[in-house]
DNA sequence: TAGTGGTCTAGACCACTCT
DNA sequence: GAGTGGTCTAGACCACTAC
């Protein structure tokens, strides 16, 4: 099965990648060119594109093309130190937009946080940008008592866990994190600008403070092929 | 675009698998079969199949046909806890497969517990399964002096890392993981018997003695929808 | 041997982006 | 308006699994 000529073209491509000069703004050629190219039809370039997309090398941007990837962003989601910062830390330029704050209940953050399902929670849901590319469509919900007035003032587009610290005296002394690969959904799709169903990486996140009440919870939805996910452990749990 | 016709398939699909009963052994109708029922073609039906395979909801075994889906296993890969226990814990079947056991230079596991790339390392290759489905394709890499003789009287189908500890007396102080989405390649593939670049998850774990010495590194590749990676952290790191 | 999914052809139309 | 990817048709043959 090896022998399929689909696994040819993504060879091929493998190769061509290997020098990211040889596409100019990182973009690949259209299907149609590349099936001409490679003398079969566009199903089957599709196919090793879907493949090389898969491996993380290639991505594409709804209807307008397919592009080199670039190295997946390391990323700590046990550290709150913000997402500028990792970042730009890594030589890479970051950017974020708020798409909405509201209040509203959300029966997943709750039951996570351990309140009762209808309890209203301060919602912020942000985007985030790497070199320009959309990588990430991020909801956040805190506990308001926590931190009154959050939404009024806050500065979201800078690091929201530095805004909890420092103008709400806030410890962050116990995380929970779930993180679990699945296909992105409508919503997600349409903000990070794929296809729905493209891949995706989901973490959430439930923070507590030193006398273990709920602080906030978090979705982060991803570009699998975005990131790579680093935890550093010492000692046992 | 929401109107899509394999999206509606996905929709029906969705409400059928809510009753698990509703299929037996937890297979689906071959997708001529519903590629009739829904009047369309294999192309968008396989379309709406790799949307719910995205989603998690079910997966295919090469050439046997499309299952519905079990709940995803909680892994807490910073834990060395046996993949028995958890798996157990949860009300599942574990199984374990050796696959190999030989002693190989493997660079990236080098590098990752800062050794010289061709130094010799015991290797020890395993298949796992939950109630009989193959959900991971594990290579271990562990430093000889560390554990003298491992390859000889090694139980692998039990604990590696219970071994590590109870016969060598080693300590598994400090953890670097990371993890990733990434398609399956061939061999993991091959190993899960699914079709290859399949959506995968990929677990790398280097871990450390008190003394900062290397001990062992892993590369694991999950099927994607067959785990959630769960971790609890006190404390900020 | 029958049935399955895996691969592939040679087209077509549509929704969207870019300029 | 031109070009792109997204979706879809109606077939076909092949490699492999299960019996």
Redesign the pocket.
Known sequence: ?SD?????LTDRLREQLKDPDAFEDGR??????LAERF??????L???LGQLEGEGRIH???????FVSPPRLDYDPTRDSGFNDYVTAQGRRPRTEVLLTDVQAYPPAAQALGLAAQTPLYHIRRRRFVDERAVLSESMWVVPERAPGLLEEGQFGVSLWAELRGRYGLTLAHRELRFYSESLGEQAAREL?????SPGLTVRRATFDEQHRPIGYDEERWLHNALCITVTLKNKP
């Open positions: 099965m399929a000529y689909y696994l040819h690949l050629p259209s299907e149609r060119v003398d079969t039809t566009r199903v089957t599709r196919q090793a594409r941007s709804n209807r307008r093309g397919w600008g794929v296809a729905m169903g």
